[in-house]
C-alpha cells in the first residue's frame, strides 16, 4: 500500500456552509491560491448547481489554480453532474465527486428507497459522470452509521462502475475512533477490486473525535483525507488539515507522508480566519494563539532550558514567525507589508496605500498593533463599496444615568442623523441607527470577542439579524465595542435582499 496521504481540501465548499462565513469568488480564488502554495492536492471548489455563485467560482478557481485536482461536488443526479461538467471546463485536472446515502436511515426516510436501487442510483452516477471525467469520486453519504456488508456492496459496485476514489463519510461524526478504523479495515479486506480506487475518510466534529476518526482511518487503510483549515464545517466542523499533517509530520515512524509544506499552515490559517470573520479559537491545536504560549512556571522553566520538554512542535515548523517585527505609528509600509505577507495576505501598492492610512490612525490609539489588527485592516476595504456607512457615533453613558446616542449615516452619499436613548450604550446606539432604517429586524445573536488582553485593543463583534424572514450575518472590529457593535449591525443591512 502507498504511504503517500493525499489531502482534500473542503474548506471552500464544507467549510463555507458555516452560516456567515460566505465568501465571493475573488476571495475564493485568493484562498484557492493559498491552498496551491500550502501542498493541497485536491481541491473542492464547490457544489455548481446550488447556485450561480458556486457554479462562477468553481470556473474562476479552475481558472486560477495550476497543479491541484478541481473537484466540484453533486448528487447523483444528471443534472447535478451536466452542471459540474460546463463548471469544471477550465481545470487543468478535474474531478466530480458524487455520491449518495447509504445508512437505513437516509434510505428510508430521505430517498424513500431501498437498498437496491440506492446501488443502482449509485453506479448510474458514476458511469455517467465518468463519460465527461477520468477521476470520479464517489461518497457514500452517511457511512458511518452504514451496515458495513451492504457498504461494502456498495463500494465494490462504484469501483466496478469506474470510480477512483470512495469516499466513506462520518457524516454525523457519531462514530468512535476503532469503529471507524475498523469499518475501513473491512473494507479494504472484503472489497473485490478496492486495489483499483483510493478510500477516503470525511470525518465530523459533532463527538469532537474529528481528527482521531480520519487518523484510525488512515492507519488502517484510507490515503485519501478531507479536511478544512482550522477545522470548520458544517456544526461542529470537519477533520482540520493542521492536525493531520501535524500528526504525520511529528510521527515520522508512522511511514505516512502528505505533499503540505507545513510552513505555510499558520499563514493559511489566518488568511482563512481573516477573510471568514471566523475567530480560531485560543486553545485551537496547531494554530490557536496559545499553542506555543506556556504560562506554567515548571513548563516555562523546562522550555527555557530546552524547548523539547514541553513542545514537540518548532513553531517555524508551522510558519509562526518567532522574530516578529513589533508595528508602531513609527512603522513604515515595508514591515507592514511583510506582517501580511507572513499571515498570508499579499496585496498590490495601491491597496496597501489605504490599509497603511487605517493602520496609522489604529497605531494612534495603539502602543502596538497585533496580527489580528492588521488582518482586520486588510479586510476593512471590504466595506467600502457598502451603500450605508457610519459617518459618527456619539454616546454619553454611565452609572445611574440612561444611555443616549447620536448617530450619523450616509446612505449612497446622503446624510441622516438620528438619536436615541436605551438600556446601556450598544442599546442606544442600535435604537439611534434604526430611527434611520426604518426595517422591521430583530437582534438573534451578539457576540463580542476580544482579541488580546490589551484594554486598548480590537474588538470584533458578530452579529446575526434576522429581516423579512431571512437571516443576515455582519462582522464588525473597532476599539471602541459599542462602534464595532453598531458596524456590524451595519454589515448586516447592507446585506438585505432589495
Known sequence: MSDRLYIFDTTLRDGEQVPGCQLNTVEKIQVARQLELLGVDVIEAGFPISSPGDFNSVIEISKAVTWPTICALTRAVQKDID????????????????????????????????????????????KYARRFVDDVEFYAEDAGRTENEYLARVVEAVIKAGATVVNIPDTTGYCLPAEYGAKIKYLCDHVAGVEHAILSTHCHNDLGMATANTMSGVLNGARQAEVTIN????????????????ILKCHKGLGITTNINTTKIYPTSRM????????????????GRNAFAHSSGIHQDGVLKNVQTYEIIDPKDVGIDDNAIVLTARSGRAALKHRLSVNGVDIDDEKLDNVYQEFLKLADKKKEITDDDILILAGADRAALHNIKLEYLQVTTGKGVR??????????????????????????????????????????????????????????????VEHDGHLYYGFGANTDIVTASVEAYIDCINKFKK
Open 231 to 246: 477545522g470548520i464545517g458544517e456544526r461542529a466542523g470537519n477533520t482540520s488539515l493542521e492536525e493531520v499533517a501535524m
Open 272 to 287: 482563512v480566519s481573516s477573510l471568514m470573520n471566523m475567530p480560531v479559537q485560543p486553545n485551537k491545536a496547531i494554530v
Open 403 to 464: 444611555s443616549v446616542a447620536s448617530i450619523g449615516l450616509s446612505i449612497s452619499g446622503e446624510k441622516f442623523e438620528a438619536a436615541a436613548t436605551g438600556n446601556g450604550p450598544v442599546d442606544a446606539a442600535i435604537k439611534a441607527l434604526k430611527v434611520i432604517i426604518r426595517r422591521e429586524m430583530t437582534l438573534k445573536e451578539f457576540t463580542i470577542q476580544a482579541i488580546s488582553k490589551g484594554s486598548d485593543d480590537l474588538g470584533k463583534v458578530h452579529m446575526q
Open 83 to 126: 452542471v459540474a461538467v460546463e463548471a469544471l471546463k477550465y481545470a487543468k485536472r478535474k474531478r466530480i465527486h458524487t455520491g449518495i446515502g447509504t445508512s437505513d436511515s437516509h434510505i428510508k426516510y430521505k430517498f424513500n428507497s431501498n437498498r437496491e436501487e440506492i446501488i443502482e442510483r449509485a453506479v448510474a452516477a458514476v
